[in-house]
């Protein structure tokens, strides 16, 4: 059974600083997906990681993935507030034969 | 434009009701998901569908019913056996093996 985990799961960071959200997953997987979660709202597509080595970067936000040791990071560099909200990971098998599985989340709070 | 539309918005049911949450999409998608979330928590599989006329079970289906008669639509019933069905339902789709993978808006459902 494919599981995700996140962490961590609340992360209060000041603005300007930098930090690193990471995401496990306990079997082999083809695809790696980040979203953000605004409250109240429906989920935003960040990233979708397809390779081992796999990087991406949109603004301040940079994920990568490394297969071998299952693991994908978020790293976010001088944050601010407008990146304020909630970060989900999820992960898919079978060339996407099989829906996504998803961590709990990290809930992203940036403080002046 | 293309995109997957859910409704209602917003819907309330008393104790013994089932209620139906449409979610329809004119993406030409062949698979189709309907996921749970709770506040605070992430997204649990409930229903899933790969073509018309089957759907599997995911990690939550007890409680709830689906169909999918055509492929653009993929109606999830909340039943009375549900007894928590307070929670924000969103509902996705995507092409067989694509890379990505669209959401609805959602539908927030609160018990009365």
């Known amino acids: 059974e494919l599981k995700v985990e996140q962490n961590p799961l609340f992360l209060s960071m000041q603005e300007g600083k930098n930090y690193t959200i990471y995401c496990n997953y306990s079997t082999t997987s083809d695809r790696l997906y980040w979203y953000r979660q605004d409250p109240g709202k429906s989920l935003e597509s960040l990233f979708v990681l397809l390779s081992n080595g796999a990087v991406k970067q949109e603004g301040r936000l940079m994920a990568s993935l490394d297969t071998k040791a299952r693991l994908s990071t978020l790293h976010i560099t001088a944050a601010v507030h407008d990146l304020s909200a909630t970060y989900f990971c999820?992960?898919?098998?079978?060339?996407?034969?099989?829906?996504?599985?998803f961590g709990k989340g990290t809930r992203l709070s940036v403080i002046a | 434009d293309g995109g997957i539309t859910q409704s209602p918005k917003y819907l309330f049911r008393k104790e013994g009701q089932n209620v139906t949450l449409s979610c329809e999409q004119n993406?030409?998608?062949?698979?189709m998901y309907w996921y749970r979330q709770d506040p605070g928590q992430g997204l649990r599989l409930i229903y899933y569908s790969q073509i018309v006329n089957d759907f599997q079970k995911g990690d939550i289906a007890e409680g709830y019913s689906v169909s999918r008669e055509k492929k653009e639509s993929f109606p999830l019933t909340v039943t009375s056996a549900q007894k928590n069905p307070t929670a924000f339902y969103l509902c996705?789709?995507?092409?067989?093996?694509?890379?990505?993978?669209?959401f609805g808006e959602g539908s927030w459902l609160t018990v009365v």
């Open positions: 999820a992960v898919t098998q079978n060339s996407g034969n099989t829906p996504l599985v």
């Open positions: 993406l030409n998608h062949d698979a």
């Open positions: 996705a789709s995507r092409i067989i093996s694509g890379n990505t993978i669209y």
